[in-house]
């Protein structure tokens, strides 16, 4: 898997390269608004895209993670982000590509519906998240992931998207899996 990749053009070299050595897939991270926006074509090239939350947020917001006095900025609840990882989504699931969640952003409960309801296919999380965003992953039907993307999506910030897609989730009813023995 390629990291920061921001063209079209980079995605072919490097999955020429893996080709060459006889790699059976090669993805790419987009952790860049460029190749998230060209996601479609990025992924006419490669076999699947890894979303990098934590980079896509600080380079979506112009926001050095680093650097406390813009802390704020670091949100990858925001709808500007959120958008992002929708064209992400969406080109996966037009071009049958697997898109995966890397970062922080899969181990928030809440949110990992809201980026399963964007198109994400996979999420990577710290192994202390999985049984809640298990569990809560559980409770919502594919059908309702995607309302409550579009819950944050309408939103103009992030605080605004949480609470919306909160709202929106605490309105809904719980759907309880049947256990098979």
């Given at each position: 898997?390629?990291?920061m990749?921001?063209?079209?053009e980079?995605?072919?070299?490097?999955?020429?390269?893996?080709?060459?050595?006889?790699?059976?897939?090669?993805?790419?991270?987009?952790?860049?608004?460029?190749?998230?926006?060209?996601?479609?074509?990025?992924?006419?090239?490669?076999d699947?895209?890894?979303i990098?939350?934590?980079?896509?947020t600080?380079?979506?917001m112009?926001?050095d993670?680093?650097?406390?006095?813009v802390?704020g900025?670091?949100?990858p609840?925001?709808?500007?982000?959120?958008?992002?990882?929708?064209?992400?989504?969406?080109?996966?699931?037009?071009?049958?590509?697997?898109?995966?969640i890397?970062?922080?952003a899969a181990a928030?409960?809440?949110?990992?519906?809201?980026?399963v309801?964007?198109?994400a296919?996979?999420?990577?999380?710290?192994?202390?998240?999985?049984?809640?965003?298990?569990?809560?992953?559980?409770?919502?039907t594919?059908?309702?992931?995607r309302g409550?993307a579009?819950?944050?999506?309408?939103?103009?910030?992030?605080?605004?998207?949480?609470t919306a897609?909160?709202?929106?989730?605490a309105?809904?009813?719980?759907?309880?899996?049947?256990?098979?023995?």
């Open positions: 898997m390629a990291p990749v921001a063209t079209v980079e995605t072919k070299y490097f999955t020429g390269l893996a080709r060459e050595y006889e790699l059976r897939t090669a993805g790419v991270m987009v952790e860049i608004p460029a190749s998230a926006l060209l996601a479609d074509r990025v992924l006419a090239h490669a699947f895209a890894s990098g939350t934590n980079d896509l600080q380079y979506t112009a926001a993670r680093m650097l406390g006095s802390a900025f670091q949100d609840w925001h709808p500007a982000v959120l958008r992002l990882v929708r064209e992400v989504g969406d080109a996966g699931a037009r071009l049958g590509k697997p898109v995966g890397c970062g922080e928030d409960p809440l949110l990992a519906v809201v980026l309801g964007l198109g296919t996979s999420l990577s999380m710290a192994p202390s998240a999985l049984a809640d965003v298990r569990h809560t992953l559980s409770q919502h594919l059908s309702e992931a409550l579009e819950a944050a999506l309408a939103a103009d910030d992030a605080p605004s998207a949480r897609a909160a709202t929106l989730a309105a809904l009813p719980l759907h309880k899996k049947e256990t098979t023995s």
